[in-house]
């Protein structure tokens, strides 16, 4: 990550190395301290473009304030056609929709989701859901 004047102030190591590259699909909070970007691996293609297809997924997640990565949420299933996250205004949370399902996320422990499929928003919570 640059500021505005260039200088790097924050770097990070993909694991995946030269097989996973950084999407152009991010989610930064309003206030600017949590900002989220999708990494994804594709595999196949060597000769022949139309093979290539996307065999993993990840959601890397940053505090801006500590200058790291806070956690990563792997995108399961591997979306076929829609996919597109956002996180909640205080970055406490990670929304994932994948294909029909919406998943919700602990930024700070993102190992088990909670599904909400094709359900309506308990009233406790609102979330909204915009196509880009």
Do not use: C, W
Not at 45 to 72: A, E, H, P, Q, V
Not at 95 to 114: F, R, W
Request: proline share 4%.
């Amino acid at each position: 990550m640059v500021n505005t004047k260039g200088q790097i102030i924050m770097q990070d190591r993909l694991e995946g190395g030269k097989k996973e590259s950084l999407e152009e699909l991010t989610s930064v909070t309003r206030d600017g301290k949590f900002f989220a970007v999708s990494a994804e691996q594709e595999k196949g293609g060597f000769m022949d473009l139309t093979d290539i297809r996307r065999s993993r997924t990840r959601i890397l997640i940053y505090d801006t304030n500590l200058r790291k990565r806070i956690s990563s949420v792997q995108v399961v299933p591997i979306p076929r056609r829609d996919y597109d996250f956002a996180l909640s205004r205080d970055g406490s949370k990670l929304a994932v929709m994948i294909d029909d399902h919406l998943n919700i996320y602990d930024t700070g422990a993102a190992e088990k989701p909670t599904e909400h499929s094709r359900q309506p928003p308990s009233s406790a919570s609102t979330l909204v859901i915009r196509k880009r």
